[in-house]
């Protein structure tokens, strides 16, 4: 079945550094793609999204990348602080389907 | 604009007990999904339903029903509970489904 995969479970970085996160997805007729950044003790929040006609969109601080023709989605945070300490999730999605989440990567920023 | 609202946030069950877990999505949002948070398996897809059907479905047993109400409010229920359904479950409402969700702080169901 479609899933979507994170490259690594864990990643840390040092307070100032871009952080780099990998997410791989297999199902070539998603044509939505988000992340989310989950804190202790909350529900994930929204992040960045993206289309499939897009390869890159940037946010404030962030900005997601998209290669479709190897299937794979990264979340780059410049400037990283230590409240982006969390758990990051990438997603996939078609209209009227459900989003179908990756396992989650736990970015550790230190000071 | 009020978020997703989930209650309780907390729950204690035994097994073989059955639980229910309510949601508020935000005014406006149709569609209303459910996922299972676990350390190991990250979020799986339970349900989502759209305008009080049940449209989408992830791979889970019948013990685990849902239903969303007139007002968009949704409930899903666990019968039969076993250790294994120790989670954080989590509601989030979006325009439609596949897009865009906004989730509720979710709630923690302890089976012992």
């Known amino acids: 079945g479609e899933s979507v995969g994170l490259h690594l479970p864990t990643l840390s970085v040092q307070e100032g550094d871009n952080s780099i996160i990998n997410c791989a997805y297999s199902?070539?007729?998603?044509?939505?793609f988000i992340w989310y950044k989950q804190e202790s003790g909350k529900g994930p929040q929204f992040i960045i999204d993206?289309?499939?006609?897009?390869d890159k969109r940037q946010g404030q601080r962030v900005t997601v990348l998209l290669n479709k023709t190897v299937k794979h989605l990264s979340l780059q945070i410049a400037a990283t602080q230590p409240g982006d300490s969390a758990v990051y999730f990438c997603?996939?999605?078609?209209?009227?389907?459900?989003?179908?989440f990756g396992k989650g990567t736990t970015l550790s920023v230190s000071s | 604009k009020a978020g997703v609202t989930q209650t309780p946030r907390y729950l204690i069950k035994t097994r073989g007990q059955q639980v229910t877990l309510s949601c508020s999505p935000i005014?406006?949002?149709?569609?209303v999904s459910w996922y299972q948070q676990t350390p190991g398996q990250g979020l799986q897809f339970l349900f989502e339903y759209f305008s009080e059907t049940q449209r989408n479905k992830g791979n889970f047993p019948g013990r685990f029903s849902g239903r969303q109400f007139s007002n968009s409010r949704s409930e899903m229920n666990v019968s039969t509970l076993e250790l294994g359904d120790s989670a954080l479950y989590l509601c989030?409402?979006?325009?439609?489904?596949?897009?865009?969700?906004?989730f509720g702080s979710g709630t923690q169901l302890s089976v012992l």
């Open positions: 989030a409402s979006s325009l439609e489904a596949g897009r865009k969700l906004f």
């Open positions: 993206i289309r499939s006609n897009m």
């Open positions: 005014s406006g949002h149709r569609s």
């Open positions: 997603a996939e999605g078609q209209a009227g389907t459900a989003l179908i």
């Open positions: 199902n070539s007729a998603s044509d939505y």
